[in-house]
């Protein structure tokens, strides 16, 4: 066991994947030479070769179109998009193309094709450099969506995601890059996609989140906990397939549920949630569901006080629990 933080747990799992299987390769803008903006590819090109870890031009369209003719034809494709912000112009590519590769071909082609972005705000990275985008993908059937709260799961989901047959977009927080850390096996594992896993236990209530707001969740229920609020906390980690039999069990134990995520309220991936517990476990809720998440702006503010006041914090997590358990 070694500490990492998500960043260099992220390094590891590529750097292990390219050792073990030589049809992994890595492209995207400035992923060789440079090692990729945050670094996460640092020293893998002097290790693979150019053939394995490509440069490539800033155009987000290419970066996905290649990775998919090269999936279809035997490789295992990492593309990076430098932030998710910049995913956009690759839509086409990655919903029309790769999400529906098995679909539209009965089965006969799969699509083997990881595409790894930095999302979320909290670094002041302001409007173009702080998008939540997870929502807008786990609507297209066809595509895994993983959003990595720890070190450990980042690295064991990020090997499942590169094993996996079909395309996985995986969301990694930028803000859980050098600010999250523990210990890591050293030897290989892998996490299981479409596995959430509870990261503190509790009888009162339920915040069920991903991501950075894990962390906040967990600050909040320990703030309640000196109350004799006892809150369990569900890291979903996969959004897509999601984990509904652990969202299920978990209501049912506590019947209140807190939903907190960064992206914004109005479509946000909540809802989702929110639907299919009211669906399917309204006989047990005890209280409304509520949803902390950004206001509907067009995007993060750039200004340190302006982003605080934006993002979804653990005082405003413990508001809303302490407004739910008072039902």
């Not at 989901?157 to 395309?167: C, H, Q």
Request: glycine share 8%; charged share 25%; net charge negative.
């Amino acid at each position: 066991m070694s500490i990492k933080n998500v960043l260099q747990a992220v390094h590891d799992a590529l750097d292990e994947e390219m050792a073990r299987d030589e049809r992994v390769i890595l492209l995207g803008q400035d992923v060789g030479v440079r090692g990729g903006v945050f670094r996460a590819s640092d020293g893998l090109l002097a290790r693979y070769g150019e053939r394995r870890v490509i440069d490539t031009p800033l155009s987000e369209s290419a970066i996905i179109g290649v990775a998919i003719g090269a999936s279809i034809g035997g490789y295992r494709p990492v593309a990076e998009i430098q932030f998710a912000d910049f995913i956009w112009p690759a839509m086409d590519q990655i919903v029309s193309e790769a999400a529906r590769m098995r679909y539209r071909s009965h089965g006969t082609w799969g699509c083997p094709l990881v595409i790894r972005t930095p999302y979320g705000a909290g670094i002041h990275g302001g409007l173009y450099h702080s998008q939540s985008i997870e929502a807008t993908f786990a609507h297209v059937p066809g595509i895994k969506v993983v959003a990595p709260a720890t070190p450990r799961d980042a690295k064991g989901l990020l090997k499942s995601a590169i094993r996996d047959p079909d395309p996985v977009l995986f969301l990694e927080h930028k803000r859980t890059y050098r600010l999250i850390r523990e210990e890591v096996p050293d030897e290989d594992y892998t996490v299981p996609l479409g596995k959430a896993i509870v990261r503190r236990p509790g009888r009162d209530l339920t915040i069920l989140t991903y991501g950075m707001m894990v962390h906040e969740s967990l600050k909040a229920a320990e703030a309640v906990a000196a109350d004799g609020i006892e809150v369990e906390v569900v890291d979903l980690r996969t959004l897509s397939p999601l984990d509904k039999p652990a969202i299920l069990e978990s209501v049912e134990r506590t019947h209140k549920v807190v939903i907190v995520h960064e992206d914004s309220l109005t479509g946000g991936f909540g809802g989702e949630i929110a639907a299919i517990i009211a669906s399917e476990a309204f006989d047990t809720l005890d209280g409304p569901i509520i949803r902390v998440a950004a206001p509907d702006a067009p995007a993060a503010p750039f200004n340190d006080r302006l982003e605080e006041a934006y993002l979804p914090s653990a005082p405003k997590i413990e508001q809303a629990i302490r407004q739910l358990a008072a039902y």
